[in-house]
Structure formats: structure tokens, C-alpha cells
């Protein structure tokens, strides 16, 4: 594929995790506000909280890496999650601009940290208060990364068209 293509491709990355991030959230709203309502918070309802986190990040972190592979981060693998999560908020000069700021990086590493524990989680039991801190946490993440994906966006967009002139 050409450069132009790749980066292409990741436009539709970056377009893909807009149409997930908003049905993932408004899925954990309902679940929050209606079923935890109704049924109470049961374990199924904590699996299903956890479970609805656990792939929100996992949307951010498939944009983060296949920018990384766009723009040739290298990524060590013994630590790439908390490494890729960190380099984003780095700008390489004549490479890519910083993709997440201080105050998002914080919040996505908490959620990555979450996600991390519940792979490795077997009890099914969930603290409650965690759970909603989270959920509050990725409605406030949410429309940041919406918009700095965007401002990456259209930076993307920019790499293309100057590919283009050439």
C-alpha cells in the first residue's frame, strides 16, 4: 500500500472509533442509569460495566497503535500498552504532532490500568464505587478524545494533501 493509502486507512480508523466510542457510551449510560435502575448492581451488571470500559479504552488504544504505526513508533513489548499511551503525548518534530494532551493522557491511563486489572481479574465481583468513578471518568474522556483525534485528524489530512502535491 502507499503512504497516502495507510493514511487514508487511518482516517477510517479514527472515523471507526467515533461511531464505537459513541454507541459503547450511550450503552454504558443505559446500562448505568436504567438496568443498574431496575435490576440493581448485581454481578451481571458489574460484568457488563466492566466489560463496556474494558472495550472503550480498547477502541482509543487500536487508534493510538495504528497511529504508532503509521508515523513509526517502535513499541517495546514487555511494556507497549503503557508506553504507547505515553508517546502520544509526545510531539516528534518533523514526524507527528502530540496526539493526547496531559490532562486526557491521565485519564486514559486510568482506564488502561483498569483494563489491565480486569484481564487478570477472575472474581466477578466488582467495586461499585470504582465502577462508576470509571464510567464518569470515560463520559469525561470521551469528547476530549473525540476532539484531539480530530485536530490529529485533520493533520493527517494535511500529511495527505502535501503527499499529493508532490
Known amino acids: ?10 482516517l477510517g480508523e479514527i472515523d471507526r472509533f467515533e461511531d464505537a466510542s459513541r454507541r459503547l457510551l450511550s450503552a454504558l449510560d443505559h446500562l448505568m442509569t436504567k438496568d443498574v435502575a431496575t435490576i440493581g448492581r448485581t454481578t451481571t451488571t458489574g460484568v457488563a460495566a466492566a466489560g463496556l470500559l474494558e472495550n472503550f479504552y480498547t477502541a ?12 513509526g513508533n517502535n513499541l517495546r513489548p514487555e511494556r507497549w500498552h503503557s508506553d504507547l499511551l ?5 510531539g516528534v518534530p518533523g514526524v507527528r504532532p502530540a496526539v493526547l494532551s496531559e490532562r486526557l493522557y491521565s485519564y486514559l491511563d486510568e ?5 489491565r486489572f480486569k484481564r487478570y481479574y477472575y472474581h466477578l465481583e466488582y467495586d461499585w464505587t470504582r465502577l462508576e468513578h470509571l464510567t464518569e471518568l470515560a463520559q469525561r474522556a470521551a469528547p476530549m478524545v473525540t476532539g484531539e483525534f480530530s485536530t490529529f485528524r485533520s493533520y493527517v489530512q ?5 503527499l499529493e502535491r508532490r
Open 60 to 71: 482509543v488504544e487500536t487508534v493510538l497503535v495504528r497511529i504508532a504505526q503509521s508515523f
Open 158 to 162: 494535511s500529511v495527505i494533501a502535501e
Open 111 to 115: 482506564l488502561m490500568r483498569f483494563r
Open 1 to 10: 500500500m502507499s503512504r497516502i493509502a495507510d493514511l487514508r486507512e487511518l
Open 86 to 90: 505515553q508517546r502520544m503525548t509526545v
